[in-house]
């Protein structure tokens, strides 16, 4: 029985519908999509660091021509959350918001339009130095939770559009 149960679970996964996104490594079609992705100058210290982020994920080294590119718009904000007694702030809230396009760069057809968002909470102490370093690696920590969501929306769409190719 433990048998016949084993071959008809084995047989149920092989019938399913999941396909591996990176299916071919780095040659794959997904891989060698996502290197073909430029991503512009992005204005502001978090654009540059989404941006960074964008490259070093999207593998593009090297690449002299791209298919497509992904326009990333940001807005950062910075907010006091909690107030104390005597009007200082105790807690913030930095939120880092990214609208972008991916878009074919031979027809200019958009082929994703979306946006991303993430927050962090910040305590804030009596050390400016302190506030300013959180308030910092927290722009670091959201801009590679963007890039990575991006990145993976991304080559989904890469992927999707590939299997409708085939």
Do not use: H
Not at 28 to 40: I, K, M, S
Not at 63 to 85: H, I, M, N, Q
């Amino acid at each position: 029985m433990r048998i016949l149960v084993l071959m008809l679970a084995a047989l149920a996964l092989t019938s399913c519908s999941l396909r591996p996104m990176y299916a071919g490594g780095g040659s794959g079609a997904v891989a060698q999509g996502l290197a073909a992705v430029d991503v512009p100058p992005i204005p502001g210290k978090a654009g540059w660091l989404v941006r960074n982020a964008l490259n070093d994920k999207l593998g593009a080294a090297g690449v002299t021509s791209f298919r497509y590119r992904l326009d990333v718009r940001l807005d950062d904000s910075l907010e006091g959350l909690a107030v104390l007694a005597d009007d200082t702030v105790s807690r913030e809230r930095r939120t880092l918001r990214a609208r972008y396009q991916l878009v074919d760069a031979g027809t200019g057809e958009i082929l994703l339009d979306a946006t991303e968002g993430t927050d962090a909470g910040i305590d804030v102490v009596s050390s400016e130095y302190a506030t300013i370093a959180a308030e910092n690696t927290a722009l670091e920590n959201l801009s590679r939770e963007i890039a990575d969501r991006i990145v993976t929306r991304v080559a989904l769409t890469l992927r999707d559009r590939n299997s409708g190719d085939q």
